[in-house]
């Protein structure tokens, strides 16, 4: 089965190819990113790899796929129209309706114009003597642009570890992120998933809901929490509209990039058992990451976040029947919260069903694929089909995928040969005018994207508006100022425990590439306090070049 599906969508290829600024991806921040350069009346060209727009929510088509921010939070906010006027279904949203929303975006605002579709950018170059980059796609396009903006979503690489002999497979194969948009018949048939992170862990309840026999081939297990997702109540949803843009507010300033009702004021381990099991309780049954909210301490001290980690074992020995089982699925060799935390729909639940049987492949890893089916060290098991929910070169492949090189011809990939290198997660030294929407050392994958992605943008605009009004034809950070940056993001993670995990966070899922903290963990609302200073500052940290 082919990684990267043939896109039949033929976009008219570009009648002029030089712009102000050309954007890669057009899920919610390429689209975002559009609409704001438009108002300042920049000429934009928006690449994108699929035939549709939604990024994230157009390619992870996979059985039970959804977002565990709040519907109502997890959109964008720019026009306070399309907030009153559009209504989210569920709670926490399914893939198709985030899809949906995408296109509603793309037709309200007349996006589609201006994006090229089925093209995937394959070289992406900054000439010194032009101060202008060069980008060139796979369907031949060369276009050039003064400013180069990656909307490329932090999860969007693929991540297919290289099992051996997996074209000898007989059977149908699919990564989570590339299942066809026709669904895949799994009735009768015997499945293997194989991952159980969020993807996994979203993929194996659904299909095990199915009239199939399903295998799930795990690794590590990852702590879920229940979602308690629900249809959206008519009365929340309007109340919630009345004082949209007080939430909106709220969610800004915050750590997580998503309004918090209550923050926690005390220590795990400053109340005694029973009020803290009480408290984890009731966070258990509010759903969500309320858990991750109990106490002050869960991501600074090992001892507090031990008793989170044991309340949640604790649920799945009592929710899975059978004990083995259950303690194959309780996580003990890594804090809580130190992985991406998982939300699920009744994931545990899951393994109590007859059809559903968990297969153990840290005690016995998988050794090879077979043409029936995947081959670990205890035996074979004969599939049908086999689910890939194996994860993403996160953070920084989007980005190395593209072959970006600045001045002096140095790739990205080679000045970030030991870790990502970013003022802000937006700019990196030696890449002028190129700015990266939710970049490492931005807070990205760990707050709410789209707050994260309305910050960015909008400071992004900010800036190229500035450059234009005095006249300045390019923007680079110092190294100092990077330097600097690149220092603090790794201080702050090192403040927490989640360093202590073997995360994609770190990079730890890919093999051989740099163990450094990805995402800067000093929250949403400071960074952009820094981000909003820098700029008042007259771009502190940056050089800026006359025209
Ligand atoms: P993740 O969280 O990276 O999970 C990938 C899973 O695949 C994880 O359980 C891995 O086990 C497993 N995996 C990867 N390679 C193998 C091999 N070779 N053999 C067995 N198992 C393997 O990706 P997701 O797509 O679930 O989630 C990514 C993010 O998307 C998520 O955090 C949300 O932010 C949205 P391992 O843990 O490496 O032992």
């Known amino acids: 089965m082919p990684l990267e599906q043939e896109e039949a969508v033929e976009s008219p290829i570009t009648d002029h190819a030089e712009y102000d600024a050309v954007v890669v991806g057009a899920g919610f921040a390429g689209m975002y990113q559009l609409y704001r350069l ?32 709040p519907s109502m939070q997890y959109s964008l906010s720019f026009s306070s ?88 497979f007989q059977g149908e194969w699919y990564h989570t992120s590339r299942y066809p948009k026709e669904g895949v018949e799994l009735k009768g048939k015997r499945v293997g998933i194989v991952g159980t992170g969020s993807t996994g862990i979203q993929a194996i309840t659904a299909v095990g809901k199915e009239d199939c026999e399903l295998f799930v081939f795990q690794r590590t297990p ?8 629900k249809p959206m109540d008519p009365e929340f949803e309007k109340e919630w509209k009345t004082r949209y843009a007080e939430h909106r507010e709220a969610a800004r300033v915050s750590q997580g990039g998503a309004e918090i009702i209550a923050y926690p004021s005390v220590s795990a381990l400053a109340v005694s058992d029973e009020e803290r099991a009480a408290t984890y309780e009731k966070a258990w049954n509010q759903g969500a990451f309320t858990l991750a909210q109990s106490f002050t301490d869960l991501m ?38 130190t992985k991406r935390i998982c939300m699920d729909t009744g994931y545990y639940e899951t393994f109590n069903r007859p059809n559903v049987h968990l297969v153990d492949v840290k ?5 090879e694929i077979t043409p029936k089916g995947i081959k670990t060290s205890a035996g074979e098991f004969e599939l049908d089909l086999i689910i890939f929910a194996t994860g993403f070169d996160a953070m920084t492949g989007p980005l190395f995928r593209m ?65 234009k009004e005095n006249e300045l034809a390019d923007i680079e950070p110092t190294a100092a100022a990077e330097d600097a940056w690149v220092e603090h993001v790794n201080e702050v993670a090192n403040k927490t425990l989640y360093p202590k995990a073997n995360s994609w966070y770190i990079g730890a899922n890919i093999p051989g590439k740099p163990r450094v903290f990805m995402p800067y963990v000093g929250g949403v609302g400071n960074y952009r306090q820094k981000c909003d200073e820098v700029a008042a500052k007259g771009y502190e940290g940056f050089e800026l070049t006359p025209a």
């Open 38 to 69: 438009r108002e300042l009346g920049l000429s934009v060209r928006v690449l994108e790899t699929g035939d549709g727009v939604g990024g994230t929510w157009y390619w992870n088509r996979y059985p039970g796929a959804r977002v565990d921010s």
């Open 363 to 367: 005690a016995n890893p998988i050794e």
């Open 222 to 229: 990852n702590y879920s929490l229940p979602s308690n997702n």
């Open 403 to 467: 072959n970006i090189a600045g001045k002096d011809g140095l790739t990205l990939k080679k000045k970030w040969e030991d870790g990502p290198k970013t003022y802000l997660g937006i700019s990196s030294v030696g890449f002028p005018n190129m700015f990266m929407i939710t970049g490492p050392g931005s807070p990205s994958v760990l707050s709410n994207m789209t707050t994260s992605i309305e910050q960015h943008v909008d400071w992004i605009t900010d800036t190229i508006k500035y450059l």
């Open 300 to 337: 600074t001290n090992e001892d507090a976040n031990f008793t989170a980690a044991e309340f949640v074992r604790n649920k799945i020995r009592q929710t899975v029947k059978d004990p083995e089982t259950a303690e194959l699925l309780a996580p003990k060799d890594y804090p809580i919260f």
């Open 81 to 168: 129209e399309m907030e009153q006027e559009w209504g989210w279904p569920e709670d926490y949203s399914p893939q198709n309706d985030l899809e949906r929303y995408a296109n509603h975006v793309a037709d309200r605002f007349n996006l589609r114009d201006d994006i090229q579709f089925g093209t995937r950018v394959t070289n992406a170059s900054y000439d010194e003597n032009t101060k202008k980059w060069t980008i060139e796609t796979d369907r031949g396009d060369s276009l050039t642009a003064q400013y180069f903006i990656t909307a490329v979503g932090c999860l969007s690489a693929t991540n297919m570890p290289n099992f051996k002999n997996l074209e000898s």
